[in-house]
Antibody, heavy 123, light 110 residues
Framework: QVTLRESGPALVKPTQTLTLTCSFS??????????VSWIRQPPGKALEWLGR???????FYSTSLKTRLTISKDTSKNQVVLTMTNMDPVDTATYYC???????????????WGQGTLVTVSS | QSVLTQPPSASATPGQRVTISCSGS????????VYWYQQLPGTAPRLLMY???QRPSGVPDRFSGSKSGTSASLAISGLRSEDEAGYYC???????????FGGGTQLTVL
């Protein structure tokens, strides 16, 4: 059974750095073709892909956010960490981590989602 | 402004068939698989369709997907009240090197 759970602060101040941890079970990020993605959703708005980390340490980031994002993994702990610098109120959103294995076309797709964690950016 | 374009809303009565469209370009839908997600109110999205027209186990065959050129669509037949949800399409974009989501379609079952 695949499960993912996000954890981290519910409230951050503007200009601070956000650090979120994704703890997962039911799969291994050391398996070839396995990846974990981060996606966010501002209240009442659409989903936005942030980035992903692959089993081989490859990383991909949203072009609009890449200067602020870092994704890392600890395979032994089954955890993936997202850091986002210089937080702003527009970054207020529910942040999801998700399993994202490579598909037949060589690109990853999200098949299992965490429950999400709401992060509010406010002073 | 989303790279993939969906109508913001759709509605139909129980038992009817509804189709949700997703329009993209040659760098995303035109060259990669399309995925669909269903998001019930207050919950995380769940995978509804993968590889354009494949249903994960547990998804009723009332749901079907298709793709033609740079557009894709999700059809729901025999509409039920529990289908009332947000629906999102997604595809990898070769030019942007990332996953693009549509703006989402809120389906109302009248």
């Amino acid at each position: 059974q695949v499960t993912l759970r996000e954890s981290g602060p519910a409230l951050v101040k503007p200009t601070q750095t956000l650090t979120l941890t994704c703890s997962f079970s039911g799969f291994s990020l050391s398996t070839s073709g396995m990846c974990v993605s981060w996606i966010r959703q501002p209240p009442g708005k659409a989903l936005e892909w942030l980035g992903r980390i692959d089993w081989d340490e490859d990383k991909f980031y949203s072009t609009s956010l890449k200067t602020r994002l870092t994704i890392s993994k600890d395979t032994s702990k089954n955890q993936v960490v997202l850091t986002m610098t210089n937080m702003d109120p527009v970054d207020t959103a529910t942040y999801y981590c998700a399993r994202a294995p490579l598909g037949m076309d060589g690109h990853s797709y999200v098949d299992y989602w965490g429950q999400g964690t709401l992060v509010t950016v406010s002073s | 402004q989303s790279v993939l374009t969906q109508p913001p809303s759709a509605s139909a009565t129980p038992g009817q068939r509804v189709t949700i469209s997703c329009s993209g370009s040659s760098s995303n839908i035109g060259s990669n698989f399309v995925y669909w997600y269903q998001q019930l109110p207050g919950t995380a999205p769940r995978l509804l369709m993968y590889r354009n027209d494949q249903r994960p186990s547990g998804v009723p065959d009332r749901f079907s997907g298709s793709k033609s050129g740079t557009s894709a669509s999700l059809a729901i037949s025999g509409l039920r009240s529990e289908d009332e949800a947000g629906y999102y399409c997604a595809a990898w974009d070769d030019r942007l090197s990332g996953v693009m989501f549509g703006g989402g379609t809120q389906l109302t079952v009248l």
